[in-house]
């Protein structure tokens, strides 16, 4: 009989389930999410905005890219890793095709062998009377000492390369603070005067219109420059979050209250996409992340576009300006002058 209740309870649970989950949806928005308006209405009742310029920057400094198919995102039927582009997922990509795939080959195929070769010529037909073997010394010694040289092969470059994964940044990386938000992403630039840049997942008809994968485009990128190490500190605002970039071998995990820390580097110009990898919530699934990834000069721009400051323009600025100061001082000198000649009980009080 309790069992009968039991499965009724557990079924009436299933039946409420996406009631529960639509109860979440219907949520007030987290802070953050007003000020940039949420794209990501997935089913939200919001009429779909018309397609909105490629983004709200000033076109002369920032376009945002086209990604090239099959290149930072998953392809159709694919089995293999996306193209890596920054060196540890070379070396990862290495080490699973050229160590780890041929190892578990050889030894898929050698134990079905034996297998085989146990099942028919051990059968008990071509065998009625059983052999009373029960120790081999060669063979133990063997069946120990391969599979402890097969793990060392394939110790050493792995260790090597997580070692290399999580060496830490050099002196000139330009560092992004990177913040989950259920169910978006912040990218701070602390180095170029601390702008934020607020990603929201794109609807189906804008990324269509941009050209871009549905669920991966963003209609804010993060973006960074190419070949230069960035030291990605990663947070989460609310619950645990993950930022993923499979095409740079890169996973981190948000943790409110806490800060991770990790170098990327990426060669390669183009745009990349991820997604959150930490179930986060109800809409875990819509927040993506795509990183575009500039030659530095067209960063730097990027950068401007978006009201940051770049450390050459600073300079720059600071050297006009003890120009403009010098000329203010000679004048004032000049100025100084004349009026200590003409009033020079004038000046004296001036300078008490
Ligand atoms: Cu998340």
New binding site residues.
Partial sequence: MTHYVKAWILALGLILTPATVMAQDALPTAPGAEAAPVAAGVDSEAPAAEVAPASGLDPALYTPMKPTEGVGMPVDKGIDFQPQVSETGKQAKWINNVILLPIMTVICLVVLGLLFWVMIRFRRGANPEPSKTTHNTFIEVVWTVVPVLILLVIAVPSISLLAKQFEPAPEDALTVKIT?Y??YWGYNYPDNGDFEIISNMLTEDEANARGEPFQLAVDNRMVIPVGKPVKMLIT?AD????FALPAAWFKLD?VPGRINEKVMQIDEVGVYYGQ??????A??GF?PITVEVLPEDKFNDWVRANGGTVKGDEEAETDTAEAEGDAATAEETASDDTTTEGAPADAAAAVN
């Fill in positions: 989950g259920q169910w989460g619950v645990i979050h993950s948000a959150c990898s930490e179930l986060c919530g809409r875990h927040m």
